[in-house]
């Protein structure tokens, strides 16, 4: 078959203040007259003689004429700002009365560096040396001697067109693979200052980090003491921040901590430095020369910007600092020693009552030690189950039974003796413990009710307490539904105990975790209501049994009226949703009496009990069991006697 010829257009000036030599070139290199007519002839003769079609490429030349050197360069650098350069030019040596050939392809080459040059001339002035040596460019530039023959023009054209059609496109692929390089040399400098950044900053936060807080107080102990000054370091920690991270989420806590971050960077100076080290743990260098006025300045401001809630998840959260401050060189002299002395003055601070600033005084370390004694003895603890369970009892207002108790976890420890519930409970939240020492007070409590049981002591539901973080475990329904087999203890005699807040972190998935221990027989109980944040729309949702009132309102209930009034709306709003109510913390019979009068249900407290082990507490249970078979047997007399009254009267 035949096939497609293929033109293309490329652009010549030719530069020439002879006219002929135009109308010369233009009919030397444009035949496309002849060429199509030529294509046919040669695509017939081959199919006759049934030979191969061979493809043929016309070159299709478009020529602009110029008379003199600077038209020409003018129409160059119009066609090339155009993007419609000139692939070559034919330039005469001689045009009187302007520029000579060798000045116009000199501009030429100023407005267009690619042109290809055929330097046409009758003379023999300048041999090939002189002109490389003045223009240089040896591969842009061909001689053609005037008279020339048609198929010298032709072969200069040609081939100089497809030279600069090559250069072309090499210098469009050098172009793109320079692109590339330099697209990828951006991305790789971009990297590495991204890499650079999270080498030295807190990924969380943006803060700097361990790394870059060395590396500023390194410079802050270098100039303090090459000048004689003295600069602070301020350590701050979030009091509670455990519980709410295990009450709301990681990613609410992941939002605290990112608003802690900008509240404290806009609390201090430009020169100062503000570090996150870990967890909830913040770092601020005031650069020297800072000293006590600066550092207790930068601590009011760092109290009051913590101030005001933060609201995440519709939740207003109150966070407060504990800070503590260390100076240099007055408390240490050593990066290390400084900031262990402002960590002492920091839980020295959270000791007098949280939201509080101390500065290092010499003896705070002891404490610290005590602290990270006492916490590795926790884990200790953990492992060889030095913990006990005392019992206090549930009291029924109405009757005054006993019908249950709450299980409560005490540590007595191998050479202290016991050790309170609130000094290793907050320790143990924050280690990550909690879990562990939960887990086995569950499965103590099952087996402790189930023991009592088979003693043939009177029924009693046992209460247990899950912390926030135990709640939120996928497998707690699995641990108390092992619990109760491993001592097969009656589900209906288990009764869990759920803080609010807790509950309210996640209400859609505590619905669920709810459901499937109600679903059990295993009751379960608010505990600190009052405190938290229920939605009354949860409340009527949840699978609970009872609501258990923080005893921060049953302090001053007698003395208070708001306390009173409040809590008389939790009984009748809990009796409205036909739960029961438990009042924790009653230690006085005003206080009893006035639960009486408004209908709770069941209390506990020192008044009639304080928490007791085992063996205490199956003597307290001896005694009412004594003390109802004795009432049960009057009762029994005193009704005998009527009976019998009853029947010597009827005889009569």
């Known amino acids: 078959m035949p096939s497609q010829t293929q033109s293309t257009v490329n652009r010549i000036l030719v530069i020439d203040d002879n006219r002929a030599i135009h109308e010369d070139l233009r009919k030397v290199l444009n035949q496309d007259a002849q060429g199509p007519a030529e294509d046919q002839l040669q695509t017939a003769e081959a199919i006759l003689l049934g030979e191969t079609v061979r493809r043929v490429e016309h070159r299709r030349f478009e020529i602009d004429s110029a008379y003199q050197g600077r038209e020409g360069v003018e129409m160059a650098r119009i066609a090339t700002a155009e993007g ?58 061909l001689v053609l001697r005037k008279p020339f023959e048609p198929i010298e023009a032709i072969q200069c054209a040609t081939a100089l067109v497809s030279k600069w059609q090559n250069e072309r496109a090499v210098r469009g ?19 590495n200052l991204e890499l650079r950044h999270l080498a030295t900053h807190d990924a969380l936060t943006g803060l700097p980090n361990r790394v870059l807080l060395d590396d500023r107080l390194a410079q802050a102990v270098a100039h303090a003491t090459r000048y004689g000054e003295t600069f602070a370091l301020m350590w701050c920690d979030l009091d509670r921040f455990k519980l709410i991270n295990d009450s709301l989420g990681h990613g609410a ?31 601020i260098v005031l650069s020297p020369p800072a000293g006590a006025s600066d550092a207790t300045e930068v601590a009011r401001r760092v109290i009051d910007a913590m101030r005001p809630p933060v609201h995440i998840g519709g939740i207003s959260i109150h966070a407060s600092p504990s800070v503590g401050i260390a100076y240099f060189p007055a408390d240490a002299t050593t990066v290390q020693s400084l900031i262990a002395h402002a960590d002492a003055a920091m839980y020295a601070a959270k000791q007098v009552g949280r939201n509080k600033v ?19 003895d926790l884990h200790v603890a953990v492992e060889l189950k030095q913990f006990e369970l005392h019992f206090q009892p549930k009291v029924d207002i109405r009757t005054g039974s006993v019908t249950s108790a709450e299980a409560l976890v005490r540590w007595r420890h191998p050479e202290r003796g016991m050790i309170s519930p609130a000094d290793f409970i907050p320790l143990a939240e924050e280690c990550g413990l909690i879990g562990r020492i939960g887990d086995w007070v569950v499965r103590e409590a099952c087996r402790q009710g189930r023991a009592w049981q088979d003693a043939g002591f009177l029924p009693l539901r046992i209460a247990v307490n899950l912390s926030a973080s135990q709640f939120r475990a996928s497998n707690l329904v699995e641990l108390i539904r092992s619990a109760l087999d491993a001592a097969n203890f009656d589900p209906r005699s288990l009764e869990v105990e759920i803080t609010e807040t807790a509950v309210m972190s996640d209400p859609e998935e505590s619905i669920r975790t709810l459901e499937r221990l109600s679903e059990m027989g295993v009751l379960i109980s608010v505990d600190d209501f009052g405190t938290g944040y229920s939605s009354m729309s949860y409340l009527r949702r949840l699978p609970i049994d009872r609501l258990k009132i923080d005893r921060s309102f049953i302090n001053e209930i007698t ?21 029961k109510v438990i009042a924790e913390g009653v230690e006085t019979i005003a206080q009893l009496d006035f639960l009486k009068s408004i209908g709770c249900d069941q209390y506990q407290g020192f ?40 029947r010597r009267k009827q005889i009569r």
């Open 84 to 141: 419609r350069p000139y692939r070559m030019a034919f330039v005469d040596m001689r045009m009187p009365p302007g520029w000579d050939g060798l000045e116009t392809i000199e501009h030429l080459w100023e407005v267009d560096p690619h042109l290809q040059v055929v330097i046409c001339s009758a003379q023999s002035e300048y041999d090939w040396i002189d002109l490389v040596r003045r223009l240089g460019h040896p591969d842009q530039l």
């Open 173 to 191: 692929q050098v172009e793109s693979l320079e692109q590339a390089v330099t697209l990828r040399t951006q991305g790789l400098e971009a990297a």
């Open 253 to 283: 806590g992941d939002l605290l901590l990112q608003e802690v971050a900008r509240r404290l960077a806009g609390a201090v100076r430009s020169v100062d430095t503000v570090a996150r080290i870990g967890g909830d743990e913040f770092v």
């Open 358 to 376: 101390q500065s290092y005084a010499p003896g705070m370390n002891r404490s610290t030690q005590d602290q990270v004694r006492l916490e590795s």
């Open 559 to 579: 003395a208070r009226a708001d306390d009173a009034s409040i809590v008389q709306a939790i009984v009748s709003l809990a009796h409205s949703l036909r739960l």
């Open 607 to 646: 008044y009639f009990s304080r928490p007791l082990p085992v063996p205490e507490f199956e003597t307290l249970m001896r005694s009412l069991q004594e003390k109802r078979a004795r009432f049960m047997q009057s009762d029994a007399v005193r009704t005998h006697s009527k009976l019998g009254a009853y």
